[in-house]
């Protein structure tokens, strides 16, 4: 855990009541997040200082949980774990709320846009909506970057109050160079921007506008102007405008920013060019705030018979207190943004002793608030892995899903999506067979003639997927390739009725091939995943009553990873 991301004071005493596991499970998602997602667990025992057993222990149990997963002698983070942040973006609504008028004004600027949310002394991304640019925003979600060093800092430092400031200077004196943000190059050694000096906008006595005085005045301005502007503090060439959102009820709840290049813009003339349609945008999003319906309660998880269950069978290798306090964050979410300890307790199926203990401890590390015995997620529950795996792609989720499923049938597997007319192939394992499928990741084939191509094809509207058959040269690529438009047609309908597709020798002589579809949130096949193999391996039958059903299993924990994954960030093809 980084210093400047810790919300527990220095010497602070730990309450008698935490849970020591918890604590530490917590320190170790905490490592391999700053890590980047995985790290070594020889590297968790020396950055924690843990004893290895113990290590060993918690790594096992969010393995179980299917936090993480053992890959050699590497943890690395699965989109699972991102259901934490999930339940503290889901309380606070704004993403799902603001999220695609953040896109759509990013559309009109054709800049970056990001909304962030106050943490103490430091601004917490909860949305991006990046350009692809050879030179673009590198944010993640959840990345936490020092109040003084953004546009959207002076804005949330506008309302603190003397021991907020207090707080900010001595996270300054304790780190001078903002090495606990691991989101940012590190400042100069005179304690300026990266390269130690102002930011060109900076006061009179050369006090650079990240030092003291120098946010103090930002601050002011922004405070009175409305709006707050980041020339290059950062790091060079990035600059930034943002203007902040209000709730219904007058206070700010998070800022809007828009973040563009000195090749573009100087400060002084995004701010011109880009503040009346930012404003606008906000007014937006404030109306949108206003006509918001209260959300209905979701669902929670209610992981707790789950985590009895699992304790059964690891015995003590499984530290349920670990499983069990971790379930405590997914009692929240939209509609249960503030929850009392009866109502976690009710939510998560444990016993209100178990669920005070997990909130004493959650308060004391900073990812809850408390307040008139009223509990609230804070935004440092984005801290936990959701940095990295906001940029997840659907190889990356895919992959380890594919590797299992080669493990069970013995045959190559892959994943691919439809490009056009084409399947492009975005993620592939292969069997250790001496006579196995070739195919390379990005390698095409006609979707006509795949069976993956069939599966994708037979997912769209009928009016769509005739014309991409009347447009589409259907050649005979091997003597038994169905070219006939409407035997394809006919085909194609059979495999939407029946959820899958075989084609045997039609794509290549010898290859025989079974595709399933893989589904987003809404429903819509956004890939598919086969088995290929030599038609001498296995008959049709046998394809079908063995390899089917593992497919079928494959595609289905493919989507589930998909639908957390997806839920607030989107999830690139490849």
Not at 185 to 208: H, I, N, V
Not at 239 to 248: C, S, Y
Not at 290 to 307: H, K, Y
Not at 457 to 476: C, H, I, Q, S, Y
Request: proline share 6%.
């Amino acid at each position: 855990m980084t210093p400047a991301d810790s919300a527990v004071p220095a010497g602070a005493a730990v309450p008698t009541e935490a849970v020591g596991p918890l604590m530490r499970g917590i320190a170790v998602l905490r490592e391999i997040s700053d890590a980047g997602g995985r790290a070594s667990v020889s590297d968790l025992v020396r950055t924690t200082g843990l004893a290895r057993s113990t290590a060993d222990r918690i790594t096992a149990t969010l393995a179980r949980m299917g936090y993480l997963r053992l890959d050699g002698h590497l943890a690395v983070l699965t989109p699972r774990l991102m259901e934490l942040g999930n339940a503290y973006l889901a309380s606070l609504r704004l993403p799902g709320l603001l999220g695609p008028l953040a896109e759509q004004l990013a559309e009109e600027l054709d800049e970056s846009v990001s909304l962030a949310v106050p943490d103490r002394d430091g601004i917490r991304f909860v949305h991006q909506t990046t350009r692809r640019r050879a030179m673009s925003l590198t944010f993640r979600i959840g990345d936490l970057l020092p109040a003084e060093r953004t546009a959207p800092g002076p804005l949330f430092a506008a309302d603190w109050d003397e021991r907020a400031w207090v707080r900010w200077r001595e996270r300054r004196a304790a780190d001078p160079e903002d090495r606990g943000f691991p989101a940012v190059p590190p400042r100069g050694p005179d304690g300026g921007g990266p390269d130690g000096g102002s930011d060109g906008d900076g006061p009179d006595d050369g006090e650079s506008d990240d030092g003291e005085s120098g946010f103090e005045a930002r601050t002011a301005r922004a405070a009175e102007q409305g709006w707050a502007l980041d020339d290059q503090l950062i790091e060079p060439g990035l600059i930034a405008l943002a203007v902040p959102v209000h709730g219904p009820d007058g206070s700010v709840l998070c800022a809007v920013s828009a973040v563009s290049h000195t090749s573009r813009h100087s400060a002084d003339s995004l701010r011109r060019a880009l503040l009346p349609r930012v404003r606008e945008a906000v007014a937006a999003m404030e109306r949108a705030l206003r006509e918001a319906r209260t959300a209905p309660a979701a669902a929670p998880a209610g992981l707790a018979d789950w985590t009895t269950a699992s304790k059964q069978q690891l015995g003590a290798e499984f530290l349920e207190s670990l499983a069990r306090g971790l379930t405590v964050l997914t009692a929240f979410g939209e509609g249960r943004a503030e929850l009392t300890l009866s109502a976690v307790a009710e939510a998560t199926g444990l016993a209100r002793a178990t669920a005070r203990r997990a909130l004493i401890t959650f308060e004391h590390l900073g990812y809850v608030s408390a307040r008139d015995r009223i509990f609230r997620l804070t935004p440092r529950v984005l801290a936990l892995g959701y940095p990295p795996l906001s940029r997840t792609t659907l190889s990356d989720i895919a992959t380890p899903h594919l590797v299992t499923l080669v493990k069970k049938v013995h045959d190559s597997a892959s994943l691919a999506v439809l490009t056009g007319d084409d399947i492009q192939y975005t993620a592939r394992v292969a069997t250790g067979r001496v006579m196995s499928v070739n195919i390379t990741l990005g390698t095409r084939f006609p979707a006509y003639a795949a069976s993956m191509g069939r599966v994708l094809l037979a997912d769209l509207a009928p009016a769509e997927r005739v014309a991409r058959l009347a447009r589409t040269e259907l050649r005979a690529l091997t003597p038994r390739t169905v070219t006939g438009p409407a035997e394809l047609a006919t085909l194609l309908e059979r495999v939407e009725r029946e959820g899958y597709a075989l084609v045997d020798e039609e794509l290549e002589e010898g290859l025989r091939s079974l595709a399933v579809p893989v589904r987003d949130r809404t429903g819509r096949a956004v890939a598919a995943v086969n088995v290929a193999m030599h038609s001498s391996r296995r008959s049709v039958e046998r394809c079908l009553r063995e390899v089917l059903p593992e497919l079928r299993c494959t595609a289905e924990a493919i989507e589930a990873d998909l639908r957390i994954a997806g839920r607030f960030t989107h999830i690139p093809s490849a």
